[in-house]
């Protein structure tokens, strides 16, 4: 009789007791999805009929509604026009046969609002790339954390309300830091195409992604260093991604190639710009940027971050450098220019929350483990608690807070409900729509001389006079407008508001901030986001006032 010796099968886990787990992480990653949706859904009407982000008037919605109509080449670099052509294709399919520039006209909230309602679906898909990305890094759990982490923080929720590009930036970021992840883990060309492709359509979207590039190159000098990869075969794969970056951004800025001086121009002048301070503008970038994080991001979750790179460091030191560059070449990039906005550091985002995805993960294997049994499956929810409870409360009060009558409506329908007032003094602060709907209502405004942004550099005292001679007896004061001079410290506006207060009365006032609250500071992102607290409504501080002794109407 043979006796056949034989090694042992380890017993195989059956795929029913895995899958529950499985489940449960794809069902939770389906709740944070809704609650994203949800929370990017609550007032998307905001404001409307009017655009009251002056770079949701003028920046993405008008060229889109041109294209719309045909006129697919706007003239326009200033930023990239992947946004636009998307929105343009939504236009022609969601309003068929329409004159989509006489619409925007006509009924702005209805073309606004289609505008807006793609920006929330192209934000709430950035939460599943998000998840990718974790996943692809650490696994399903973090994957799901880190969903949760850009779904449901108060920065990418609140600009998900407004037709921008600063939301729809973080789908083609995350897809991109998800191919370079894998790349660098399989290599491989179709994947070393496929992340040039991601960050070509990104940059498409937004410039400021364009340093993802750096990601892709480490990802292949990573392989090679690590000898998971020969070097001319890694140039090959470098090659093949620049050529296909440089496709993903030709895609959605095809005139880039056909006006190369016209874009340069454009581009080159919005650099300019963001080299220059803005009028009332406080703080350094270097220093503001990271105190942005922690109520943009959240502070627990940054905590998380931080310990997820010293875990990350542990577990693969190269996954780590791919998951840090970017937000460290995009940080060190924004920090150099003297004018800075939080949103402008949106793009590092995904791969913050991926990085706090992985902190999370194990803080909850940690409490798992320490708590008795009983209560042992709350571990997760503990977590959660803890790592979302700031950023979902700050959500929650910032939607509740946008459906609320901004400030600058209330001024509006009582204007036009004293046409008698006839001429008005409308500081440059508010939308056209806003300025033609005074018009409708027969009153008669003031010219005001472009461009814009110099309006307080213009003002003095003496411009009262001129107001009174010319019988125009009635202001409308933007906080908005006001206090960016009064931070500058500019002599003659400060004068000129002073002059104003003093020689005129109030007839009607509306403020954001809840009955005893003192105001913020002026700030370019509080005062436009309305994350303080004390801010109880959209808009800034508005007065309509009279000036004393003067007469109507005699120039």
């Not at 043979?2 to 939770?28: E, I, M, N, Q, S």
């Not at 041109?66 to 939504?90: I, K």
């Not at 000098?221 to 620049?242: F, G, K, S, T």
């Not at 301070?277 to 979750?301: C, E, I, R």
Request: overall charge positive; hydrophobic content about 50%; aromatic content about 8%.
């Amino acid at each position: 009789m043979d006796v056949v010796l034989t090694t042992p099968t380890p017993p195989r886990a059956r795929p029913d007791a895995a899958r529950p787990a499985r489940d449960r992480t794809t069902t939770w990653l389906a709740v944070v999805v809704v609650l994203a949706l949800a929370a990017r859904l609550v007032a998307v009407r905001h404001g409307l009929p009017h655009a009251y982000n002056a770079d949701e008037e003028l920046h993405f919605v008008p060229q889109a509604a041109r294209a719309a109509d045909g006129d697919w080449y706007s003239g326009y670099f200033e930023n990239p026009s992947g946004l636009t052509y998307l929105l343009a294709l939504v236009f022609r399919a969601v309003l068929p046969g329409s004159d989509a520039t006489m619409l925007l006209v006509d009924d702005p909230a209805l073309v606004l609002t289609v505008a807006r309602l793609t920006v929330v679906l192209l934000g709430t898909a950035s939460v599943v790339a998000v998840a990718l990305a974790g996943r692809v890094a650490f696994g399903r759990r973090a994957g799901t954390w880190s969903a949760a982490f850009v779904g449901l923080s108060f920065l990418p929720v609140f600009y998900g309300h407004h037709a921008l590009n600063d939301a729809p930036t973080l789908l083609p970021t995350a897809l991109a830091l998800a191919a370079c992840l894998r790349l660098h883990e399989r290599g491989g060309t179709r994947l070393a195409a496929l992340a040039g492709l991601a960050v070509g359509l990104a940059a498409g979207v937004k410039y400021l992604a364009a340093p993802m590039t750096v990601v892709v190159g480490l990802a292949l000098l990573l392989r090679v260093l690590e000898r998971r990869q020969r070097l001319v075969p890694a140039l090959r794969d470098l090659l093949v991604a620049a050529v296909a970056c440089v496709g993903g951004l030709l895609l959605l800025n095809p005139f880039m190639v056909l006006e190369v001086g016209k874009f340069w121009g454009d581009f080159s002048g919005q650099s300019a710009q963001a080299a220059t301070v803005k009028l009332g503008q406080a703080g350094a970038a270097w220093a503001g940027y990271p105190v942005t994080l922690l109520w943009g991001f959240g502070v627990v979750p940054v905590v998380l971050a931080v310990a997820g790179v010293v875990l990350a460091w542990r577990i693969d030191r190269g996954r780590t450098l791919l998951l840090v560059i970017f937000p460290v070449v995009l940080y060190l990039l924004m920090s150099s220019q003297d004018r800075w906005f939080a949103r402008w550091l949106l793009p590092a985002y995904p791969a913050l929350a991926v990085l706090a995805g992985l902190g999370a993960t194990r803080l909850a294997a940690l409490l798992r483990g320490a708590l008795p049994g009983v209560v042992r499956p709350l571990a997760a929810a503990v977590v959660a608690v803890l790592a979302l409870g700031q950023p979902v409360v700050d959500v929650v009060r910032s939607d509740l807070l946008l459906t609320r009558t901004d400030t600058r409506t209330e001024a509006l329908d009582w204007l036009a409900a004293h046409p008698e007032v006839g001429r008005v003094v409308v500081e440059p602060a508010v939308p056209g729509s806003y300025r033609r709907r005074l018009r409708d209502a027969g009153l008669e405004l003031r010219p005001v001389s472009r461009p814009f942004q110099a309006y307080e550099l213009g003002l003095t005292a003496a411009l009262l006079d001129d107001y009174r001679a010319e019988g125009w007896c009635w202001v409308m004061v933007n906080g908005h407008q006001r206090d960016r001079g009064l931070a500058a410290g500019l002599p003659g506006a400060t004068a000129y508001y002073r002059r104003l207060t003093a020689e005129s009365e109030v007839a009607m006032s509306a403020s954001p901030f809840a009955t005893g609250t003192a105001p913020t500071p002026f700030s370019y992102d509080f005062s436009f986001n309305y994350y303080p607290p004390a801010h109880q409504r959209p808009g800034p501080v508005v007065e309509i006032r009279r000036l004393d002794d003067c007469t109507e109407g005699t120039a």
